[in-house]
Nanobody, 124 residues
Framework: QVQLRESGGGLVQAGDSLRLSCSAS????????MGWFRQAPGKEREFVAA????????YYGDSVKGRFTISRDNAKNTVYLQMMSLKPEDTAIYYC?????????????????WGTGTQVTVSS
């Protein structure tokens, strides 16, 4: 079992930056592919970013490419999502996810474990 806990969400203004953290326990995070997803009110959950076990390979959703950066510190069992130039349309609950089978994946259904999410609200 893997437990994931997100933190760092909050209310910010458009153009601001925010860093989300995802702390993992129950399994060494270096053995896990990690990802971030988000769900806005009335919308389906969508892919935001993914990072390989080693941290060498990263993928981003089109809407966040160039503004968000995913990273990981395996020594701290933590994954981060640095968000810059935030827009009101980035408002959503952000979820951290972990996968035990793949080296890296952007496919939501492949993730085995999920956190409970952290709210990010961007005002205009």
């Amino acid at each position: 079992q893997v437990q994931l806990r997100e933190s760092g969400g909050g209310l910010v203004q458009a153009g601001d930056s925010l860093r989300l953290s995802c702390s993992a326990s129950g399994r060494t995070v270096s053995n896990l592919a990690m990802g971030w997803f988000r769900q806005a009110p009335g919308k389906e959950r969508e892919f935001v970013a993914a990072i390989s076990r080693s941290g060498v390979t990263t993928y981003y959703g089109d809407s966040v490419k160039g503004r968000f950066t995913i990273s990981r510190d395996n020594a701290k069992n933590t994954v981060y999502l640095q968000m810059m130039s935030l827009k009101p349309e980035d408002t959503a609950i952000y979820y951290c996810a972990a996968d035990v089978h793949w080296v890296v994946t952007t496919v939501q259904s492949r993730y085995d474990y999920w956190g409970t999410g952290t709210q990010v609200t961007v005002s205009s």
